[in-house]
């Protein structure tokens, strides 16, 4: 158990909705990462927060956002979901900003499918 | 750019023989490299790192992974291979273009199959 909390586990929805995923990082922990990984292209980095802010921005389309709230828990919006936004999200989490112990631990993820 | 590169999509091996999952990288400076694994329907649990030091690595569950500067790779090792060791590995490496952060950058994985 990493200790990076991740809700909901699974999601089905429709095209054109919207929808949020939450993350808890682990205690202590100020940075939260975004990652998106689907069969076609792995492992992509969308997003990163630390303690409130946004350090650092990847492929993220304009449709997604994220923020980071005073008690740290992120939650990723997505929305006008189309088929292609079906993947695995990963939240992830580090003590600092910069690189510190360097690795990432990483939630259990939320499998989104959208119908 | 800064990536790195897993060749194999699929790696096979015996229970009891020695495993190799490969993986290459280019980075501008020194490079900072990690090897994750996940087990179906689980998040990515972090194996080893590189920072500095001994080229040879050593992780959880008996994993190590040498570090070969002049072949900029990083290969993932075992030297007896279990069948609960089959899951997808990914290689990973910081991003060093930004000090603010401390992402990383993931190779496509290669699944590891260990048949009894």
């Known amino acids: 158990d990493s200790g990076v909390t991740q809700t909901p586990k699974h999601l089905i929805t429709a095209t054109g909705q919207r929808v949020t995923l939450r993350c808890s990082p682990r205690?202590?922990?100020?940075?939260v990462y975004w990652y998106q990984q689907s069969l076609d292209q792995g492992l992509q980095f969308l997003i990163q927060?630390?303690?409130?802010?946004?350090?650092a921005k990847g492929n993220i389309l304009e449709r997604f956002s994220a923020q980071q709230f005073p008690d740290l828990h992120s939650e990723l919006n997505l929305s006008s979901l189309e088929l292609g936004d079906s993947a695995l999200y990963f939240c992830?989490?580090?003590?600092?900003?910069?690189f510190g112990t360097g690795e990432l631990f990483f939630g259990e993820g939320s499998r989104l499918t959208v119908l | 750019a800064q990536s790195v590169a897993q060749p194999e999509d699929q790696v096979n091996v015996a229970e009891g023989n020695p495993l190799t999952v490969k993986c290459t990288y280019s980075?501008?400076?020194?490079?900072?490299l990690f090897w994750y694994v996940q087990y179906p329907n689980r998040g990515l649990q972090f194996l080893l790192k590189?920072?500095?030091?001994?080229?040879l690595v050593k992780g959880s569950y008996g994993f190590e992974a040498e570090f070969n500067k002049s072949q900029t790779s990083f290969h993932l090792k075992k030297p007896s291979a279990l069948v609960s060791d089959s899951a997808l590995y990914f290689c990973?490496?910081?991003?060093?273009?930004?000090?603010?952060?401390?992402?990383?950058?993931f190779g496509q994985g290669t699944t590891l199959q260990v048949k009894p």
């Open positions: 205690s202590g922990d100020l940075s």
């Open positions: 590189y920072i500095t030091g001994d080229n």
């Open positions: 990973a490496v910081r991003d060093v273009r930004s000090s603010n952060t401390g992402k990383l950058i």
């Open positions: 992830a989490s580090s003590p600092t900003s910069g």
């Open positions: 980075v501008s400076g020194n490079p900072y």
């Open positions: 927060y630390y303690n409130g802010e946004e350090r």
